[in-house]
């Protein structure tokens, strides 16, 4: 495993939540980043994604407004700030990165995956 993201948990509808990824054995400084999600007997989808230099997010309409991803100051680290969160949030979430300087939302374009951490809204 390359990539590990932290963070998830159960949380109530309305309430935030704040998801890790961080590399293990390389470095994912010149990779562009993504977050992607799977929700129970769904595919997985795409959530949002930050462009190698940080310059450059991208959201799925669902998540505009609501979520927020970020590079650390070393930009070797992905954050997922998520606010207001709801019941449809729920999935296992997963990291990903992209040899490119801007990710999107196909996951074709990313090589490397976490493991994934899961998330729960309660109603």
């Known amino acids: 495993v390359q990539l590990q993201a932290s963070g998830g948990g159960l949380v109530q509808a309305g309430g935030s939540l704040r998801l890790s990824c961080a590399p293990s054995g390389r470095t994912f400084a010149y990779y562009a980043m993504g977050w992607f999600r799977q929700a129970p007997g769904k595919e997985r989808e795409f959530v949002a994604a930050v462009s190698r230099g940080a310059g450059y997010t991208y959201y799925e309409d669902s998540v505009k407004g609501r979520f927020t991803i970020s590079r650390g100051n070393a930009r070797n680290t992905v954050y997922l700030q998520m606010n207001n969160l709801n019941p449809e949030d729920t999935a296992v979430y997963y990291c990903?990165?992209?040899?490119?300087?801007?990710?999107?939302?196909?996951?074709?374009?990313?090589?490397?995956w976490g493991q994934g951490t899961q998330v729960t809204v309660s109603s």
């Open positions: 990903a990165a992209a040899d490119a300087e801007s990710g999107g939302r196909y996951e074709g374009q990313y090589k490397y």
